[in-house]
T-cell receptor, first 113, second 115 residues
């Protein structure tokens, strides 16, 4: 089955700096890669996703890159703000495989004012 | 107007009891899921249903029994609760796996505490 590894497990950055979270996956059939943000006591919320026919996607301060050959994808947050503090999860999904999202272990991002 | 809703939000109970968690989605999705998030924040899928049929059962103890009366509802019944069942349980829903718009939307979670 799919295995998703996520690094780092914790990340602290100064407000205004950039943050990068990296994930690798094992199943070459995976073709959909969402990123979820989970604030304390709240539900995971989709912040950006990328499908395997695209190498990069950007939404304001958030961007995701995908390298299918190396089987890794990354989340980039620029100009970080205190409200970016949360736990971030990457995930991988195969439309034609066992049709389940496999999540990474999460990254706790702390923005230092 | 909440897309995916769950009740109750908090559930505190004694070991050995039986409890249920309810989930409803008004997004018109065919597929619904139950996830367990433990104290270390790991999100692990338990079950998925597509149009009321079980698709995924991730080696969950048979004390856990999902029930889908219709495609908008997926309830989770837990028998003989154990201390290790304490966690946050999330319901989610999605369009079909091959949909261009495929993504999963999560409910607010139910924090289960077994004493």
């Amino acid at each position: 089955g799919e295995n998703v590894e996520q690094h780092p497990s914790t990340l602290s950055v100064q407000e205004g700096d950039s943050a990068v979270i990296k994930c690798t996956y094992s199943d070459s059939a995976s073709n959909y890669f969402p990123w979820y943000k989970q604030e304390l006591g709240k539900r995971p919320q989709l912040i950006i996703d990328i499908r395997s026919n695209v190498g990069e996607k950007k939404d304001q301060r958030i961007a995701v890159t995908l390298n299918k050959t190396a089987k890794h994808f990354s989340l980039h947050i620029t100009e970080t703000q205190p409200e970016d503090s949360a736990v971030y999860f990457c995930a991988a999904f195969s439309y034609f495989g066992n049709e389940k999202l496999t999540f990474g272990t999460g990254t706790r991002l702390t923005i230092i004012p | 107007d909440t897309a995916v809703s769950q009740t109750p939000k908090y559930l505190v109970t004694q070991m050995g009891n039986d409890k249920s968690i309810k989930c409803e989605q008004n997004l018109g999705h065919d597929t619904m899921y139950w996830y367990k998030q433990d104290s270390k924040k790991f999100l692990k899928i338990m079950f998925s249903y597509n149009n009321k049929e079980l698709i995924i059962n991730e080696t969950v103890p048979n004390r856990f029994s999902p029930k889908s009366p219709d495609k908008a509802h997926l309830n989770l019944h837990i028998n003989s609760l154990e201390l290790g069942d304490s966690a946050v349980y999330f319901c989610a829903s999605s369009p079909p796996a091959g949909a261009v718009t495929y993504t999963q939307y999560f409910g607010p979670g139910t924090r289960l505490t077994v004493l």
